[in-house]
């Protein structure tokens, strides 16, 4: 059964503290995703990441970083969280650009 | 402006009646278009996946893509409560996909 996990599911943070949100996909997809998820905003394209340590930026990157050092994990990093950054945050992997995107269940992050 | 457009905002059908929502799209350079469905506090999960013009069915969901209206369309057959979910429009481009806000479906027995 293909799967994308995603840990923690809920994390509360306070401004300025770092942040770690982690990826998991076993269907060695080559092409992972990071996307946030606001009302009235919908889902916008943090980063994405073609392969080990090959990664772009999407549409909102400021703010944020992300590490890809094993096809299978794809990690979303916050130096300094602000409290903008609270949101519900999604992780998605795909065999190629374009193919179909496997979801994670989601993390809310909430920053005070 | 929102490259994808969904309408209605919500939508209230009856157990058994069909569901049809609508997606308008900015541009028409796409031919990658997909709609999904996010149950309350949970990811999203991939109902049909389009990449012409026409028709493609999925079980109960069907869409109909015009890309010349700049125009997808889904249509659930014979919905049931466990179908009461937000449903999300995504149109592919360069780098991945754009959402739409999405149509709130409830569905009573």
């Known amino acids: 059964d293909m799967k994308v996990t995603q840990m923690p599911r809920y994390l509360i943070k306070r401004m300025g503290e770092n942040v770690l949100l982690e990826c998991g996909q076993d269907m060695s997809h080559e092409t992972m995703y990071w996307y946030r998820q606001d009302p009235g905003l919908g889902l916008q394209l943090i980063y994405i990441s073609y392969d080990v340590d090959s990664n772009s930026e999407g549409d909102i990157p400021k703010g944020y970083r992300v590490s890809r050092k094993k096809r299978e994990h794809f990690s979303l990093i916050l130096d300094s969280a602000k409290t903008n950054q609270t949101s519900v945050y999604f992780c998605?992997?795909?065999?190629?650009?374009?193919?179909?995107?496997?979801f994670g269940p989601g993390t809310r992050l909430t920053v005070l | 402006q929102q490259k994808v457009q969904q309408s209605p905002e919500s939508l209230t059908v009856s157990e058994g009646a069909m569901a049809s929502l609508n997606c308008t799209f900015s541009?028409?350079?796409?031919?990658?278009f997909r709609w999904y469905r996010q149950h309350s506090g949970k990811g999203l999960e991939v109902l049909v996946s389009?990449?012409?013009?026409g028709e493609k069915e999925e079980g109960r969901f069907t869409a109909h893509l015009n890309r010349a209206s700049l125009h997808v369309s889904l249509h659930i057959r014979e919905p049931q409560p466990s179908d009461s979910a937000v449903y999300l429009c995504?149109?592919?481009?360069?780098?991945?996909?754009?959402f739409g806000l999405g149509t709130r479906v409830s569905v009573f027995p």
């Open positions: 998605a992997s795909s065999s190629g650009q374009g193919d179909e995107q496997y």
């Open positions: 389009i990449f012409s013009d």
């Open positions: 995504a149109m592919y481009y360069a780098q991945g996909l754009t």
């Open positions: 541009d028409g350079t796409s031919d990658n």
